[in-house]
Structure formats: structure tokens, C-alpha cells
């Protein structure tokens, strides 16, 4: 569920016109709901209450300062994969020593940069790595708290490039190299095992992969407690999946239901990393029709969004829901049906790339030069993945609370595109 709505024909984000925000700051345009926002957080927090999670947002899913801010005034820690991550939730307030930080490729400089701010937890995927972050604390006088990331062998059932909790990708380790990296971490005393790590890949829209998880680690915590280890962390990760198409999404209650028993019974701190669940229904990308043209059978709609804002279209067939943002019927409630008074639409950007497509084929009211255009379900991997491709400005971001609102990111302008090149 999310709070955009539709009012008079018009849509609304919380109370505010989301037509109103486009003619004060431009197209594209990034439109967040506050409401949303928490709404989703507090869900997880209320579902995992009985076991007091330690709830990671993850910053890769969509890092600007103003939904950090957000997140951290509402209780949230967060999950960082690189220094400039960590610098982002420094920036935003965040108490580092409830940050994790996971990655297969951490730097030196990035585990020192962590270990000076007291994360509280690497999660680790190799054994070279455990020796880098052995030897950065030992230059630091430091002990460095280690969390295991295995790769459990479990098919998530997501998109090939989103999929990491299977044998064969570059994620984590498996269970028997786990039980030999505990054993080193115990004779290091550089080191401290602080638990068992998982991601499984995302969106998930089942509970079976995280039930089957969860078991996983429980086994490994008791085996690595008979050896002597003090660990009390089951770190689960993210992947939760949303909305996208329709009302598909798993309350946070459905995943809390197979986890919380077993994460009770192991004895154990849990920690989790939702990025998409928070942030992806909370999130629109508002566009304007630049022309319309007929070419080949098909209708094409152009407009000024393009796979530099948002790639997931091109990056993994994603769907996302789009509709006008002044619209006399409301958007479909499913978009398998076929839709009276809408025609097949290519809804494409000006990039020189025919990969630049919002929606392929895709059921939409006529549209008009200078109408608006709203791809919903965009608040996760959008801003975050977008690029200056092309000698794209990337666009602005709002945050809206209610009939309030901020400018959370300003428009890029010509000169910020070459601000960093030397002639
Ligand atoms: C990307 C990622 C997440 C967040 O995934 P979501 O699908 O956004 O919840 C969590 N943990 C790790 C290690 C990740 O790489």
C-alpha cells in the first residue's frame, strides 16, 4: 500500500498535488512520500517486534540525505555496501555502531574508514577478505566484528542479475568454508564471530526462501556456539518484495511469521537489511510527453524520462505501472486485462539506445505533447541507479509530508555535468 492516490481525475501524493510539484520544479521529477515511507518501516518494525530486530535499512536502494533522515529519525540503522555509503548515513545522523557493512569487495581504505567508526558488523564473503579487515584492525589496535555471509544454495525465483543467495554467483560462501573461516576467526584474536549473514536476492515474493533460510543459520549458529563462539546475530538481509504490478506484495508480518520462531528459539539478535520493501512503493518518477509518433504499427509515447533515470526497465525487464497523472479513469488494478479506451503504447526516452523504454506494449489512455506521466513503484534502484548518460542532467528529488513538501535533491544543471572534467 502507498499514499498516492487519485482525487478529481488528479493524482496525489499524501495531500499534495503531484501536478502542482511538477510545474514548481520540472521534469523529471522524483516525487517521495514521507507517509509511505514510514509506513513501510513501521511494518517491519511492529512485525519482528517480539524478537527487538535491529532493522538495517539498506542505503544502495535509494541513498539521498532526506530519506536517510528519515529513516534515522525513525529508529532505523542502515546497511552500507561501500565508504561513500558510510559517509552518506554519517552525513544523515546514523549512530554507526548499528551499521553493517557488506560487500564483496571492501578496500582497505573502506574497512578502516569502518573500523574508526565502529560498525557493528563486516559481513564477510571470502576468507582473503577476513585477513584484510584482521589486519586493518590490528594497525588500529582494533577487534574487528566479523558476520559470515553464506550463500545457502537457496533459488530465490528473482531476475538472473538480482538473484545471490545461489551456488554458483559471487556472493558469499558455503556452509563447510563457513565452518573453516569460524575456526581461523577463533584462533585470531584480531577477530570476533558475531554471527551468520544471508541475502538472498530480491524482489521475494514468497516466504519459503527466507523459512529455508533461517533454519540455515540456525544450524550454523549452534554449531559455531559448541565451538566456543559468542554468536548472537542471525543477519537475514533484504529482498521483500513490493507492488509493481498489482497489489502483490507480502505484508511484513507474512516473513516475520516463519522467521521470528526460529530466531527465538536460536537465541539470537536478528538483523535485517529491507531496502526495496521501504522505500520502492514510496517513490514515483514524474515525466512530461515530449511527442507522440506512429511509426512501423506502433504507437510511441516520448518522453523526458529516460534509462539514465530509470534503468530497471532495460537493466531487468522490470514492470513498472504508469499511467497520466490527470487521468478521468483511474489506473488499472491489473494490467494483465485488457482496458477499455487505451491502445498499446511504447513508452520510450530520448536516448540514442532502443533499451531506452519505460514500457513495452503497454495499455495507456491517448496522450498529448506536455502531458504528465507518473512510473510508479520507481522509489527503490531509480534515483539511485541513474547516470548522467547521454549528458542527462539527473533529475530533482521532493519529499513530501502530507500537504508540505522539500526539495530533498536540486535539479543537476549544465555546468554540474562538467564540473569535474579538466580541459
Ligand atoms: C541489495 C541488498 C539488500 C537490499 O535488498 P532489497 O531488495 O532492496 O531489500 C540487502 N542486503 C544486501 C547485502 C544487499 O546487497
Redesign the pocket.
Known amino acids: 500500500m502507498d499514499y498516492f492516490h487519485y482525487k478529481n481525475n488528479e493524482l496525489y501524493c499524501e495531500e499534495t498535488r503531484v501536478a502542482d510539484l511538477a510545474a514548481q520544479y520540472g521534469t523529471p521529477l522524483w516525487i517521495y512520500s514521507k507517509r509511505t515511507l514510514l509506513h513501510h518501516l513501521n511494518q517491519i518494525q511492529q512485525a519482528f517486534a517480539a524478537v527487538e530486530p535491529v532493522i538495517c535499512y539498506?542505503v544502495?536502494?535509494n541513498s539521498n540525505l532526506g530519506i536517510l533522515k528519515v529513516m534515522n529519525d525513525a529508529g532505523s540503522s542502515f546497511?552500507v555496501?561501500s565508504g561513500g555509503e558510510l559517509y552518506r548515513v554519517k552525513q544523515a545522523g546514523a549512530d554507526t555502531s548499528k551499521v553493517v557493512f557488506?560487500g564483496v569487495g571492501k578496500t582497505d581504505e573502506e574497512i578502516r574508514f569502518a573500523l574508526e567508526n565502529n560498525v557493528l558488523m563486516f559481513?564477510v564473503e571470502s576468507e582473503a577478505e577476513l585477513d584484510a579487515i584482521a589486519n586493518v584492525a590490528q594497525s588500529l589496535g582494533k577487534v574487528g566484528p566479523v558476520a559470515l555471509r553464506l550463500n545457502p544454495d537457496i533459488d530465490a525465483k528473482t531476475h538472473a542479475k538480482t538473484t545471490?543467495g545461489k551456488k554458483g554467483n559471487k556472493f558469499g560462501m558455503d556452509i563447510e568454508r563457513a565452518e573453516q573461516l569460524a575456526e581461523k576467526v577463533l584462533a585470531d584474536k584480531r577477530l570476533s564471530l558475531r554471527g551468520i549473514h544471508m541475502?538472498l536476492g530480491?524482489?521475494i515474493l514468497t516466504t519459503e526462501p527466507y523459512a529455508q533460510a533461517v533454519v540455515k543459520a540456525a544450524e550454523v549458529v549452534a554449531k559455531f556456539r559448541a565451538r566456543g563462539h559468542d554468536t548472537r546475530w542471525i543477519n537475514l538481509?533484504?529482498?521483500?518484495g513490493i507492488n509493481y504490478r498489482k497489489q502483490e506484495a507480502l505484508p511484513a508480518s507474512a516473513y516475520a511469521s516463519v522467521i521470528v520462531p526460529t530466531v527465538q528459539k536460536a537465541e539470537c539478535r536478528l538483523a535485517l537489511?529491507?531496502?526495496?520493501?521501504i522505500v520502492g512503493n514510496s517513490g514515483i518518477l514524474v515525466s512530461q510527453v515530449i511527442f507522440t509518433k506512429r511509426e512501423g504499427g506502433k504507437l510511441f509515447v516520448i518522453q523526458d524520462a529516460a534509462m539514465n533515470d530509470l534503468v530497471r526497465p532495460a537493466m531487468y525487464d522490470a514492470f513498472h505501472r504508469i499511467w497520466p497523472v490527470n487521468a478521468t479513469v483511474p489506473p488499472p488494478e491489473d494490467y494483465e486485462v485488457e482496458i477499455a479506451g487505451c491502445e498499446p503504447t511504447d513508452v520510450v526516452g530520448p536516448i540514442c539506445e532502443s533499451g531506452d523504454y519505460l514500457a513495452k506494449g503497454r495499455s495507456l489512455p491517448p496522450m498529448q505533447r506536455g502531458d504528465l506521466m507518473c512510473t510508479f513503484s520507481a522509489g527503490?534502484y531509480g534515483m539511485a541507479m541513474s547516470s548522467n548518460y547521454n549528458s542527462r542532467p539527473k533529475a530533482c528529488e521532493v519529499l513530501v509530508d502530507g500537504t508540505s513538501h522539500r526539495l530533498v535533491r536540486r535539479r543537476e544543471t549544465y555546468e554540474d555535468l562538467v564540473a569535474h572534467e579538466v580541459l
Not at 273 to 277: A, I, L, T, V
Open positions: 539498506s544502495k536502494a546497511d555496501v557488506a559481513n545471490t541475502h530480491s524482489p538481509g533484504g529482498g521483500f537489511e529491507p531496502g526495496r520493501f527503490a
